[in-house]
């Protein structure tokens, strides 16, 4: 079975911090994805990466930054959070002629 | 434009009955189509896919989905609903070329009553 971890399950931070979100994957996906998942808007991509060291943006991503220095690490950043980032963030992995595999999601406040 | 719509935000159904869930898209290329489930709290779980060939597709849970081209449509369906099934669904679409990422709806609330 895929594992997708999330380091947190549930994060509180400031407004101005930067924060870090990790998501760790065993399965040697190529392509890893970050989502954000707010009531009534459904999941929104930020970025996703199918390759170490390559990104993409999605359909929201300001505000946010990636990094993907290992294959199996896809990392979100948050270079100076603010209230309107608060919300559940989701990873997902993906290989080819497979469906997405999700982490069970970190639910992130910012005050 | 690529979409998916799920025209029903909430729905309650009465546990023992039949439930049926619409998910309608649009996407330019050959689609890959699926349904997730998603408990309170909780990451989202794959139910069931559709890649090609036979349109009924079975899933985890008693769950089943119809792909109709001519409709553009990929409905969830399930016989006879389990208290445990409320939940949060969400159907989604998807090519196969590498790196494509899903689109997905915007979610069903599926509330179950006794």
């Known amino acids: 079975d895929v594992k997708v971890t999330q380091s947190s399950r549930y994060l509180v931070k400031r407004t101005g911090e930067k924060v870090f979100l990790e998501c760790v994957q065993d399965m040697d996906h190529e392509n890893m994805f970050w989502y954000r998942q707010d009531p009534g808007l459904g999941l929104r991509l930020i970025y996703f990466s199918y390759d170490v060291k390559m990104k993409e943006k999605g359909d929201i991503p300001e505000g946010y930054s990636v990094s993907r220095e290992k294959k199996e690490r896809f990392s979100l950043i948050l270079e100076s959070a603010s209230t309107n980032q608060t919300s559940m963030y989701l990873c997902?992995?993906?290989?080819?002629?497979?469906?997405?595999?999700f982490g069970d999601g970190t639910r992130l406040s910012i005050l | 434009a690529q979409s998916v719509t799920q025209p029903d935000i909430h729905i309650t159904v009465s546990e023992g009955a039949s439930l049926e869930l619409r998910c309608n898209y649009s996407y330019g290329a050959t689609p890959y189509l699926f349904w997730y489930v998603q408990s309170p709290g909780q990451g989202l779980q794959l139910l069931l896919k559709?890649?090609?060939?036979?349109?009924l597709v079975q899933g985890i849970k008693g769950f089943e989905a119809e792909f109709k081209r001519s409709q553009s449509s990929f409905n969830l369906r399930k016989p006879s609903v389990h208290w445990s099934d409320a939940a949060e669904y969400f159907c989604a679409v998807g090519a196969r070329e590498a790196g494509t990422a899903l689109i997905f709806g915007k979610g069903t609330t599926l509330s179950v009553s006794s």
């Open positions: 997902a992995t993906l290989a080819r002629d497979n469906p997405q595999h």
């Open positions: 559709y890649f090609s060939g036979d349109t």
